[in-house]
Structures are given as C-alpha cells and as structure tokens.
C-alpha cells in the first residue's frame, strides 16, 4: 500500500495570511500512463469530504483561486495564499495512482 | 446538481450484517464508476470498495475482502453495500462517492454524499 504522510496535522493560521500544507508518499506516484494522481479535498466540519484539487495542480470547478497545488513524485503541497474563515477544516491528500488512500489530514483553524 | 444520499446505517451486533444504498441524481449513473469511502469517527477517510458503470468489475480494501459487496442497480439510479460479519472496527461514516475512473480520467472521487452512520456494539 501507499502511505500518505502530511505535515503538519495541525496548522492554526492568520486571517488573510498564507498557508501551506505537505502531503509525502512512500513511493513515487507517477503511474505507468504518465500521470500523477495526487489530489486534495477538504472537510469542513460536520460536512463530507470535497475535491479541491486533483492530478497534482488542476483545481475543480468551483474551487477558489486562492488554493493551488504543486508538487512531484513523492512530495506536493497544498498553498492557500490567503486564508479567509470558510476554509476552517481538515484537509486531506489522496493517491488514485495504486488504488486510494488517505493522508492522516491536517486540522487547519483560525488562530 | 450531483447528489448522492445515502441510507440504511444504523446499530448492529459484532458479526451482523447490514445494507447501505445510495440514491443518485443529477447526473447519469450509469457512465460513471462509483465508490463507497468510509470514516471511523474522528477519524481519517479509508477506501472501502469500487465498482464499474456496469457492474462487472468490483474492486474492494483488503480489510473488507469477502465481507462486503457492492452492487448497483442503474434503473434506479442506486448504489449498495452488504455488509457481512461486521465488526467493531467496521464502525464509521459510510460515504457513496462518484469515482472518476478510466482513461483520460483523473481517479478522484468527484462528488459525496452525507454518509450514512454505522455503529457496530453488542
């Protein structure tokens, strides 16, 4: 299985700052068709999970611009460029490259 | 608008079974793969199971290997779980989640519903 580690699990934050979270896999998540599987979805409390992001960078509809993500291989990163009180939540990194699993998720709050 | 409803959680004794569906609107079920994600309270999100737009591949977590079965029903816009021998470490959050999955595809769930919860106790 790929693990999925992110740090950190905690992450309080300034209204109007950045911030920024990282998502390392055990192994590489390039597949075999030269795609990067890597994706990351929030979970507000008391909602179910939503896609963000996917393939690495690309952002789903509806997703704010403030939210990106970059990254290669074994190591990406979720940036929100300024953190406003609707994106209170845990945030989660998923691989689809070898079936799915699950960062641990980190808690993002207001400080 | 996508949604996903799912039903049927509820309180069963360790080594129990149960049923969960999942409603599907919004969009045409049967051109997607789709997808049950669960979440032990508290807790991370874990994979649980896949299954094909016609149903003739089924994909599940090793956890719940010869256990649970997911199936559809396209003509009423459905999705299930049979939950056999169920155990305590079975208990959480069951979410239906539509899966894009294929090529060109990006092998993300797309769109959840609001779960559906499983407790398992004696």
């Known amino acids: 299985d790929i693990v999925m580690t992110q740090t950190p699990l905690s992450l309080p934050v300034t209204l109007g700052q950045p911030a920024s979270i990282s998502c390392r896999s055990s192994?590489?998540?390039?597949?075999?068709?030269?795609?990067?599987?890597l994706s990351w979805l929030q979970q507000r409390p008391g909602q179910p999970p939503r896609l963000l992001i996917y393939?690495?960078?690309n952002r789903f509809s509806g997703v704010p611009d403030r939210f990106s993500g970059s990254g290669a291989g074994t190591d990406f990163t979720l940036r929100i460029s300024r953190v406003e009180a609707e994106d209170v939540g845990v945030y989660y990194c998923?691989?689809?490259?070898?079936?799915?699993?699950f960062g641990q998720g980190t808690k993002v709050e207001i400080k | 608008e996508v949604q996903l409803v799912e039903s049927g959680g509820g309180l069963v004794q360790p080594g129990g079974s149960l049923r969960l569906s999942c409603a599907a609107s919004?969009?045409?079920?049967?051109?997607?793969?789709m997808s049950w994600v669960r979440q032990a309270p508290g807790k991370g999100l874990e994979w649980v199971a896949n299954?094909?737009?016609?149903?003739?591949?089924?994909y599940y977590v090793d956890s719940v290997k010869g256990r649970f079965t997911v199936s559809r029903d396209n003509a009423k816009n459905s999705l299930y779980l049979e939950m056999n021998s169920l155990r305590a470490e079975d208990a959480a959050l069951y979410y239906c989640?539509?899966?894009?999955?294929?090529?060109?595809?990006?092998?993300?769930?797309?769109?959840w519903g609001q779960g559906t919860l499983v407790t398992v106790s004696s």
């Open positions: 192994q590489s998540l390039v597949h075999s068709d030269g795609n990067t599987y």
């Open positions: 299954i094909k737009q016609d149903g003739s591949e089924k």
């Open positions: 919004g969009f045409i079920l049967s051109a997607y793969w």
């Open positions: 989640a539509r899966l894009q999955f294929g090529s060109s595809s990006s092998r993300v769930f797309d769109y």
């Open positions: 998923m691989q689809g490259t070898l079936w799915w699993t």
């Open positions: 393939k690495v960078s």
